[in-house]
């Protein structure tokens, strides 16, 4: 895989929106919403590696690992990877259990143009943790964006 | 800061790059410029300006110059904020690296889609804005007064009433460690001292004298040079090379099946090159070797009937408007495949050394050419420097990156030597992402008045969106496919506008203006297709259309023709046409006044075009772009076409593929109209209503209504 | 039957989190294309993919159309005692795919 860039917690400015590309954004909420239903989720602990330049979107590497002990009593049981923009939002949901030993995966994401990246977590208390990357697909043509 | 002189062989008659090795700044300075003093000791007062001891402020450009002007002008937008002294300005060009390193401080560096200006305003503004409020808080807190007494003019602070005052040179040092204010006043219009002024694009200078450095100039030392052929037919590959006959010929260093196409690889191009035409190459083309012409306007036709459609506008009810209109007109246009034909053609010269890649090359998207050059070269993407270089040329060609993505495999073949791959103009031609051709049927229902009630525009032609791009495609509609007729402006009741995919296996890509370069040709024909068949006046026609909802369509259309003095008397034997469209933000209209022999000589006694695109930054650079717009257009008009037999494009270099001779240029008035309150852009826009004002005249002129371009198809010629 | 690359060490220690590697050959077709005849190709994605360890279920990954062409999937199982590790998968179409693997634990 290409190497990375680990992605601090700071704020980063969102992906611009080119009109051209399919479908419309997502906010961050209207993606978490129709898994966690209201419940708190906080920014913590999660932690995703990826390119932050991709230079077309069919195949973009992507690792998200949690911080988490991976015991009976506490561990990770579901992560979502939602996206911002693709036409289907949740691009893989899994289901893991304390067997993993480790909350880690890898993989490589299709993605409809630059947009903002969630890893959501949720663990075995019932809490729910996240992070998101922000991603720039180049675009490669002069479209009308108005 | 060490610098590589190199003096290539055989072009001792112009100058030679300078290419810096280091600085401190960690960015390339990949022209000719000397260079004053270590980076590290100028004062950065943000991103975008750094101010030297001897008052030289640099400005850095984040985008691609081609010719459209915008490496003076979006400078012009920082330089006015900061209320510098223009005269001492420097523009540098930010990197795509630097952009990486710096998560992107630049923001998109992409010179695309019109968008420079009107995407970048407000943020180099703000720069701007920030560093001039820096410089005159460290003023003032030099002279211990508030800075509210404090102004900033041509380089220097005042304070009017002690009278003293600092230049920015002297004050960048110390403004530099301030922090940046969160919130900064962006100038009102009219108070704007640069912007709106004509200056002279700053690389004029050496595009004259020769000594501006395109991608194609790149000279590196001990760099080799190759050529290359992919398979004539679209996604082809190699199924076998034979290379024994030019192998050991004098100069010919390596030749290369890289799967997609061979590559020759030698001391100087012309060796490579011939030899090249000597490799024996057997194709594996699959079923595409079958594709003609004729079948992909039987796929366009048979779009039309396809009961799979996309509907990207519906408006009312539009087959039932239609089925009880008065009066129904209906008309099929068509417009062919084109090539971009940049003067420049695709160029990439790359140096993979260990895991460090360099390249040179003409790109409209340096982001897009590193990520892709890194992942070909399997180097990581901080490792890899892209040299910036001015475009001979850009059109929406160079910024897909298959052409660098060659460069680079070569290179990782050649690993340790930099090798400058150069596409002859027949290569150039032939594999080239092209303007999509498209098929449109219009059905317009009027009404006893002679009002048009009802449109319904169907498209069927290749989506760029999907095949390019490979993006899924909300609705199934490529917005591009059907511009300037899903967002037409004309206040009716009823419009329906869809969409039939018809890909073949031509690869299409962005022509400049993509979908406006060709839909508003045949809706503007087709409206006074309208016009003429109520007994309307084309002008008083769309006026009467465009009604209030589309002021900003009005107002130029007028503009213009009053600038061409529509109406008006003309010689015996000259007649007018008009048109009107929006794009990009901006609003375009133009007038035609043409005179046609029996022959069908077509005599262009004069094109008036305007444009409003919101403010005019630099209106002679605007001016430019309209004018280039006509020689570009014209071209595509009279002669433009890319026909297909056996799976191959036949057209290969500029005998079968005309473009305008200077005498054949016609005089054009342009109308630069902007209206304020909105950044609309310029560089493609301008384009759109040549070609329909020009076949209303044709029309007006002859009767004869053209429905599909190129005009050369319908005996129509362009008379010098 | 796809063909499927899979990767994990053979033998580890007893406790170890070990790293495990699989690459499917599958086009995910998203269902948005059009193929050279201008009609649209099916969306046929591996919609569910599992993975067993000593019979019991340990991971279950629900791609959708996000994952690319020959989908890529690395994680991490802990060693407990010896036995077989199969990862199974089934796509939109019905079509099965797995691969087994024996791990000795020492």
Known sequence: MAAGVTWALGGLPPAQAQGMVSGKLLGLREMLDPIVAGALVVRTGVHIETVILADNGLSVPFRVWVDSPMTAQDHVTHLWLLSQRNPVTVMAKLHLGPHMGRAEFSTRLRLAGGQQLVALARLSSGEFRYELADLIVTEAGCVDGS | ?720 | MTQARFDMPTQVRAGEVFKLRLLVQHPMETGYLLDLNNRRIARNVINDLRCTYLGQEVLRIEPSSGLSANPYVEFFLRATQSGEIAVDWVDDRGERGQVRRTLTVV
């Open chain 2, 1 to 720: 800061m060490n610098h590589l002189e190199t003096t290539p062989t055989g072009l001792a008659r112009r100058d030679f790059l300078k290419v810096s090795a280091t600085t401190a700044a960690g960015m390339s300075l990949g022209f000719f410029w000397p260079t004053q003093g270590d980076a590290a000791e100028t004062p950065k007062l943000n991103a975008w300006i750094e101010i030297q001891a001897d008052e030289t402020v640099i400005i850095r450009y984040a985008r691609a110059e081609m010719g459209q002007g915008s490496r003076t002008s979006a400078p012009m937008l920082v330089a006015d904020e900061l209320e510098a002294d223009w005269k001492k300005v420097r523009i540098e060009y930010a990197t795509a690296h630097e952009n990486l390193r710096t998560k992107r401080a630049y923001g998109d560096m992409a010179a695309v889609g019109s968008r420079t200006i009107r995407n970048s305003q407000e943020y180099l503004r703000k720069a701007g804005a920030t560093a001039r409020e820096m410089l005159i808080a460290a003023a003032a807190t030099q002279w211990g007064v508030p800075a509210s007494e404090c102004t900033a003019a041509l380089g220097k602070v005042h304070h009017a009433a002690s009278k003293r005052s600092l230049s920015y040179g002297k004050l960048a040092a110390d403004a530099a460690k301030l922090e940046a204010p969160k919130e900064v006043k962006l100038k009102d219009p009219k108070d704007w001292k640069i912007i709106g002024k004509s200056l002279p694009r700053v690389d004029i200078p050496d595009i004259v004298t020769g000594k501006i450095r395109y991608g194609i100039d790149a000279q590196v030392p001990g760099m080799l040079y190759a050529a290359v052929a992919a398979c004539p037919v679209f996604n082809g590959k190699v199924k076998s090379m034979d290379a024994s006959k030019v192998e050991n010929r004098r100069g010919i260093v390596k030749v290369l099946n890289l799967g997609e196409f061979v590559a020759v690889v030698a001391n100087n191009w012309w060796r490579a090159k011939e030899a090249l035409r000597e490799v024996a190459i057997e194709w594996e083309t699959g079923d595409n070797g079958q594709l003609n012409s004729a079948a992909i306007m039987a796929s366009f036709k048979a779009g039309m009937g396809q009961a799979e459609l996309a509907v990207a506008r519906d408006d009312g009810n539009t087959v039932q408007a239609l089925a009880s209109a008065d009066k129904v007109i209906e008309a099929e246009y068509y417009t062919p495949y084109l090539a971009h034909a940049t003067m420049e053609p695709m160029v990439c010269t790359a140096w993979l050394q260990g895991d460090k890649l360099d390249v040179w090359t003409s790109t409209q998207n340096p982001e897009g050419t590193l990520a892709v050059s890194a992942a070909t070269a399997g180097v990581a993407q901080d490792k890899v420097t892209v040299h910036p270089m001015q475009l001979g040329g850009g059109l929406g060609r160079k910024s897909p990156q298959d052409f660098t993505r060659q460069g680079v495999m070569i290179a990782k073949a050649m690993a340790g030597t930099p090798v400058k791959m150069v596409w002859s103009r027949e290569e150039d031609i032939q594999h080239d992402l092209y303007r999509p051709a498209s098929l449109v049927r219009f059905k317009g229902g009027m009404d006893k008045d002679g009002k048009l009630q009802a449109l319904h525009i169907r498209v069927s032609a290749p989506s760029i969106l999907a095949t390019l791009l490979r993006l899924p495609l909300p609705k199934g509609v490529d917005g591009q496919a059907v511009a300037s007729f899903n967002d037409h402006p004309y206040d009716i009741p009823h419009s329906l506008v869809d969409y039939a995919q018809r890909n073949t296996n031509v690869p299409v890509g962005f022509w400049r203006t993509v979908g406006h370069s060709q839909n508003p040709f045949m809706r503007e024909c087709f409206i006074d297709e309208l016009a003429l068949s109520a007994g309307k006046d084309p002008l008083a026609f769309r006026l009467a259309t465009l009604g209030q909802k589309s002021p900003r369509d009005v107002a130029i259309l007028q503009a213009v023709a009053k600038a061409a003095d529509w109406g008006g008397p003309l010689p015996k034997g000259v007649f007018r046409g008009i048109a009107e469209t929006e794009g990009y933000g901006s609003y375009t209209a133009c007038v035609c006044e043409v005179s046609v022999s029996d022959k069908g000589d077509v005599k262009i006694h004069r094109v008036v075009i305007g444009i409003d695109p919101g403010y005019a930054v630099n209106p002679d650079n605007i001016q430019a772009q309209l004018q280039g717009s006509v020689v570009h257009g014209l071209s595509a008009i009279f002669w433009g076409e890319m026909t297909v037999k056996d799976g191959r494009i036949e057209q290969s270099n500029f005998h079968d593929y005309r473009l305008m001779r200077l005498n054949e240029m016609p005089e054009v008035k342009t109308v630069v109209a902007p209206t304020g309150g909105f950044w609309g852009g310029v560089g493609e826009p301008t384009q759109a209503p040549l070609a329909p004002a020009l076949c209303n005249a044709i029309f007006a002129a002859s009767g004869k209504r053209v429905r599909s371009l190129p005009l050369k198809n319908h005996g129509l010629s362009l008379k010098a």
